[in-house]
């Protein structure tokens, strides 16, 4: 019988932090600033704006920007989704021919602020992030010292979960993949694709919750597929060696979990055992989604939080740390102290 799928409790590597503290009390408790992954050339047929945002979601910036710029919506581009429930800097594109003048110093954007453009050769890609960095402001802090006696361990990687908003405000999004995988169609292609993604997201998780639990968090099964750090490049281990231990210690490569769909698994032996197994109640849904034609892929199952620092400012703390792309501050912070998080909850009683 096909479980139900609700979010689980997610195991913690280090054991469930007893430190308690308030998070996003404030907007600005919760900053993000993107880095890109290539400088603007300054010249070209498309124009980067940098924006500062507050309140707003980064779909809905991206809409009243093509407006303003007299453009299709779909014609403005950005690196990444950025929450709505704190401070973001981030780059948007539009299409601007060269001899045109964008006039954004004189638009009114609610909770927006352009601080910047340049003038760059190509249309800006989803994904084209190096870092994000976030500075997060918690307060209350129950106990300060034991918050920082746990930075130590934080700093040699957590498990790469994905974060609560992919599935939607109580999980909603899960409801909805349970209804296209039952057979139900699902017209809108956006709501289909945010139904398809948390699938494969709760997948995900599952299969890194089973190696934390199994206690193979850290460790190379045989015919794992590592990937390489700050990379999307994966390779294959048929057997672990000296070698790809030490790599993996100096977190030059991190194992990896499979985003199921269509395609080879490319883990073999234990590796490939230990997945199946996991993933072995919602099978259905592996079939479902290879059946759609989704893409499988591999995922690090392990994050490591780039230039993690804590700040003590009287009873409140703030962290301050970059991630790659793809990657949740959510996973971070909850290893280090057990949160709430009071935008989020305001989220759910709407």
């Not at 900053?31 to 300054?42: A, D, K, Q, Y």
């Not at 453009?71 to 981030?90: M, P």
């Not at 993996?248 to 985003?259: K, M, N, V």
């Not at 769909?261 to 590796?271: C, H, K, P, R, V």
Request: with cysteine.
């Amino acid at each position: 019988m096909q479980p139900k799928a609700e979010l689980p409790q997610l195991s913690y590597l280090y054991g469930q932090p007893e430190t308690s503290a308030l998070l996003r009390v404030q907007p600005d408790d919760f900053i993000v600033h993107e880095e890109l992954s290539f400088t603007p050339t300054g010249a070209g047929e498309h124009m980067l704006l940098l924006v500062e945002k507050i309140g707003q979601n980064t779909q809905y910036v991206a809409k009243l920007l093509a407006e303003l710029a007299g453009c299709k919506a779909r014609q403005v581009s950005y690196a990444g989704l950025k929450d709505r429930h704190a401070v973001t800097r981030q780059w948007f594109c539009l299409p601007v021919p060269i001899k045109q003048q964008l006039n954004w110093q004189d638009w009114t954007i609610e909770g927006v602020k352009i601080l910047d453009s340049i003038r760059h050769q190509r249309r800006l890609k989803l994904g084209s992030i190096k870092y994000n960095e976030f500075i997060l402001t918690l307060r209350d802090v129950s106990d300060i010292p034991a918050l920082l006696g746990r930075l130590a361990l934080v700093k040699q990687g957590v498990p790469n979960y994905y974060g609560e908003q992919r599935f939607g405000i109580q999980g909603g999004n899960l409801a909805l993949a349970e209804q296209l995988f039952s057979g139900g169609g699902i017209e809108d292609r956006k709501i289909r694709g945010l139904a398809l993604s948390a699938s494969r997201s709760f997948l995900f998780n599952l299969q890194v919750d089973a190696r934390v639990r199994a206690g193979t968090f850290n460790q190379l099964l045989a015919g794992e597929v590592v990937q390489l750090d700050g990379s999307g490049s994966v390779f294959k281990v048929p057997q672990s060696d000296e070698r790809l231990n030490q790599r993996l210690l100096e977190a030059d490569i991190h194992p990896t979990a499979g985003l199921p769909g269509l395609g080879e698994a490319l883990t073999t032996a234990d590796a490939l055992a230990f997945e199946q197994q996991s993933l072995k109640p919602w099978q259905h849904w592996v079939d479902k989604l290879a059946e759609l034609n989704v893409r499988a892929e591999r995922r690090s199952i392990r994050v490591i939080p780039i230039d993690l620092a804590a700040e003590v400012q009287g009873q409140h703390v703030k962290i301050s740390f970059k991630l790659y792309s793809g990657c949740f501050a959510t996973a971070v912070l909850r290893e280090l102290v057990d949160y709430q998080d009071v935008q989020r909850n305001y989220a759910t009683l709407d």
